[in-house]
Structures are given as structure tokens and as C-alpha cells.
């Protein structure tokens, strides 16, 4: 693994950890516009496990290459959901923010290519 890789995936998950641990603790930044964007409570748990498992993933990608791919696609397709989840709320400016979110995880996948 390259150093790029390395540092790439480091960023991919801070900042797929630090995105799920704002859910857990119910930071004002990402919970106001879940609300907004009609996502049901119940699930926000949820949507930070799942953020969550796939930092650990990534960082687990170290040892074992096809967890941390596996886990850079999960979240590709994660923050996928998300954008979808904006544009459907018609909340149009703030469709770049998954996408900065996703940005590291693709990274991840081509550097793995």
C-alpha cells in the first residue's frame, strides 16, 4: 500500500467516523437537517452505525485489503443514499456535503485499483 493510499484512507476515516459520532451525539449540524429532509428518528442510530462500521472497515483495510474495499464501497454507496435523500427533500445546496463525504472513499477504491 502506498503512502497516498495510507493517508487517503486515514481521511476517509476520520471523516466517516467523525460523521457517524456526530449522529450519536446529536450535533446541531447534522441532525437539523435530517429533520429537515424528513429522515425518521428511529434510524439515525442507524445511519451512524453504519458510517461507524465503515471507518472501522477502512481502518481494518490495513491488515486485510478486502475489508477496507469492501467497506469503501459501503460508504460510496452510503453517501450515494444521502445525496439521493437531499435532492428528494429539495434541499439543493446542501448536496455537496455528502459528496465531500464521499470524495475520500472513492479515492480509496481507486487507489485500490
Known amino acids: 500500500m502506498s503512502t497516498t493510499a495510507i493517508v487517503v484512507t486515514a481521511v476517509a476515516a476520520f471523516m466517516a467516523g467523525f460523521s457517524g459520532v456526530s449522529v450519536f451525539v446529536r450535533a446541531k ?9 424528513g429522515v425518521p428518528r428511529r434510524i439515525w442510530n442507524l445511519l451512524g452505525a453504519a458510517k461507524l462500521a465503515g471507518a472501522i472497515g477502512l481502518l481494518v483495510g490495513y491488515a486485510v485489503p478486502a475489508v477496507g474495499i469492501a467497506a469503501a464501497i459501503g460508504l460510496v ?9 437531499v435532492i428528494r ?12 463525504y464521499m470524495a475520500p472513499a472513492v479515492a480509496v477504491l481507486v487507489l485500490a485499483a
Open 29 to 37: 449540524f447534522v441532525v437539523e437537517p435530517l429533520a429537515e429532509y
Open 77 to 85: 454507496l452510503y453517501f450515494a443514499g444521502a445525496v439521493i435523500t
Open 89 to 100: 427533500a429539495r434541499a439543493y445546496a446542501h448536496a455537496p456535503f455528502p459528496l465531500i
